[in-house]
């Protein structure tokens, strides 16, 4: 099969209704449309669409294999070149831009058409005609509507748009599932296991965004040895296999792994292929890429405001649940995600624009409903109790001149011995597991002062508070964590300045109070409005509280010294920044939705602090077990005067004290700290 998979069938009617939607977009330009600000906004967006249908006749003749790289780079360029920093200040897919031509009346709906029309990119790639022609159809509607420019055709363009996702969520919900599920689809599968990697032409082959981070990885990445490619491949295929055998779950009744990727790693990625191959598992692949602008996205990031209201999460949710009735006999087969992150892209700090879409108080309600509901029907499909995952991180090339370096400094932290990690970290669990709760205080401008509350045990010789995490889902090594106890957890969680989820945050704040947050606040706009506003949309998933779902100690002081030798600790993913600190996650507890499995430690120990006051409520209230989120929040160790036990009767154990581990049985974790 040629690389442009066909999901959506190349029949003689798509076809005829294809080139009907293409010659009506042509003759709008020879139209005179009344209001000028309309007719640029239309002759702007067909220009874009032409472009577009050209990458599609090349793909329908198979000619865009032929192509040399340079007219590949061309192609791609042109094809973002509206999101792009330097073109996006004047771009019609700029709400800023668009409301101060249009007016917010119209300006909305049309910044949000916008947006969907990018979605044209990667659909001709992947050969989704029926996609691409309602995208098509929907432009010329709203073109229809606008035609006639009175207060009922600005009424009209929000319905149409609205009619638009209501009517087509089935196909949006089967996209994405069979993309996640289903290894009959093969777009992504034909690109890695039948193109030439050293022909880097592949890259522009997805329809995504390239850049150097893309070419400069698949040349790093090509350019390592046999052995090398087949230790790391072996390390994050291992990983995944070891997850299934420590949560005691049956990987032989599994057939599907999702592989999630940075474009640029693809011999990596087919070494891992053939490994899981050899476990029973065929693939799937979600693939991502260096963004175009994240400002955009930042931008459109609630462009749902527009529409969203309780019938259409209604219809979302049947459309959700239709789907994965319809995939029932894929979806008990899949195993889970297999995921490669990538870190090291510049840091950023949106601009918090008025003409944004933002959820009103009803909406942001409506929206936080489905997120809980939407999982606990994916929950009933693709069980969390019998399925895993596992995660590992490389830098990207943005990361500086050092990059090399730094991934072969990344490849060293990912392969710790794990064995010592394990006995070092038994220590700190035994010592924890003796512990009513725990405080952690920040030092010098960290003003973190909290208590956290530990579950009870009720035999110490065969349970545990803490699990001992070395190397296997969440790679590299280096954590114990637990579910906080809630009553009674209180205190202020202070970060001078952070980044969580790509988001600076500056001297963000968090009160606790018998664990849920109570009040928080940042520095990140001149008006608090603007700051707890970002913080609840972005940090909070917009929920009005979070309870503290996990309490963990990181204990990879060598991932610590690698960020501050290359000065990269803002970059560091939470994957590796959570092992190089105590950190706390706000949301689910890490066991969300398979609290009921049994999980134990090497050392024999159950480890049953996996519940808390939130999630026990499946049993009586489920839809208020879960809050659909889970974000890690770190202190690194500079940042920190102590960390300590205290048991019942008060006595007070020193784990960490000025930013060492104090702790007899753990010294060994501060000669890294003692080599930098």
Do not use: W
Request: glycine content about 4%.
């Amino acid at each position: 099969m040629d690389f442009c998979d066909k999901p959506s069938g190349f029949d003689k009617a798509l076809d005829k209704r294809y080139k009907i939607a293409i010659d009506k977009i042509r003759l709008v330009k020879n139209e005179e449309i009344i209001n000028r600000e309309y007719r640029e906004l239309f002759i702007s967006l067909i220009e874009f669409i032409e472009k577009i249908n050209e990458t599609y006749i090349l793909i329908r003749k198979n000619k865009i294999r032929e192509l040399d790289l340079t007219e590949l780079e061309r192609i791609n360029k042109e094809a973002y070149c509206n999101i792009m920093e330097d073109n996006y200040q004047d771009s019609y897919f700029n709400p800023t831009y668009v409301v101060e031509k249009l007016g917010e009346k119209v300006g909305n709906s049309i910044f949000v058409l916008s947006s969907e029309l990018l979605y044209l990119i990667e659909y001709v790639y992947k050969g989704k005609l029926f996609e691409i022609i309602i995208i098509l159809e929907l432009f010329i509607k709203v073109y229809d509507c606008l035609k006639a420019e009175n207060e009922l055709s600005y009424k009209l363009v929000k319905q149409t748009i609205y009619d638009y996702y209501f009517k087509h969520s089935n196909i949006m919900a089967e996209g994405r599932i069979v993309e996640l599920i289903d290894t009959e689809y093969k777009f992504y599968y034909d690109i890695i296991m039948n193109s030439d990697l050293n022909d880097l032409r592949y890259l522009y082959y997805y329809g995504k965004n390239i850049t150097d981070n893309e070419l400069r990885t698949a040349k790093f990445i090509n350019g390592l040895t046999d052995e090398e490619v087949k230790s790391m491949a072996f390390e994050f295929t291992e990983g995944f296999r070891k997850g299934f055998i420590s949560n005691n779950i049956d990987l032989s009744k599994k057939e599907v792994v999702n592989i999630r990727f940075f474009i640029g790693f693809e011999r990596l990625v087919k070494q891992a292929i053939l490994n899981f191959k050899e476990l029973g598992l065929e693939p799937t692949f979600t693939v991502s890429t260096t963004s175009p602008n994240r400002q955009y996205y930042y931008d459109h990031r609630y462009d749902i405001a527009l529409y969203f209201d309780e019938k259409i999460k209604e219809k979302k949710l049947e459309s959700l649940k239709e789907m994965l009735e319809k995939y029932k006999d894929i979806a008990i087969k899949y195993a889970g995600p297999a995921v490669i992150e990538v870190f090291g892209e510049e840091l950023f700090s949106p601009i918090d624009k008025d003409e944004n879409l933002k959820l009103s108080k009803d909406q942001q309600k409506i929206f936080v409903d489905y997120n809980r509901e939407a999982s606990l029907i994916n929950n009933i499909y693709i069980k969390r109790s019998e399925s895993s995952f596992t995660i590992i991180a490389y830098p990207i090339s943005d990361i500086g001149e050092e990059y090399e370096e730094i991934f072969r400094a990344t490849v060293k932290v990912n392969t710790l011995d794990a064995e010592l990690y394990q006995e070092i970290q038994q220590v700190l669990i035994d010592t924890l597991d003796q512990g009513d709760y725990v405080r952690v205080k920040g030092d010098g401008n960290n003003k973190t002062d909290i208590k956290v509350m530990l579950y009870p045990l009720v035999n110490s010789e065969k349970e545990s508070k803490f699990e001992n995490c070395v190397a296997d889902v969440n790679i590299p090594v280096g954590e114990v964590f637990t579910s906080p106890v809630l009553k009674g957890t209180e205190g202020l969680l202070h970060l001078p300045r952070i980044y969580l989820k790509g988001l600076e945050y500056k001297e963000l704040e968090l009160y606790f109070k018998d664990g849920k947050i109570i009040d928080y606040s940042s520095r990140n706009f001149d008006n608090n409005e603007s700051n707890k506003r970002y913080i609840k949309e972005n940090l909070m998933n917009n929920h009005d509280t979070l309870p503290m779902g996990e309490f963990a100690i990181g204990t990879n002081t060598t991932a610590y010294v690698m960020g501050k030798k290359y000065n990269i600790q803002e970059k560091l993913p939470i994957l590796i920044a959570e092992k190089t600190g105590p950190h706390f996650a706000i949301g689910d507890t890490c066991y969300s939705m398979s609290e009921d499995t049994k999980v134990f430690n090497p050392d024999g120990k159950e480890i049953v602090a996996r519940d808390n006051e939130i999630s026990i409520l499946r049993k009586t209230v489920p839809e208020k077990a879960y809050l659909n989120c889970h974000t890690d929040i770190t202190l690194p160790y500079d940042e920190l005067e102590e960390i300590s036990v205290y048991k019942k009767n008060g006595e007070k154990i020193n784990i960490i004290k000025n930013g060492r581990f104090v702790l007899p049985g753990t010294e060994e974790l501060n000669k890294a700290l003692d080599e930098n």
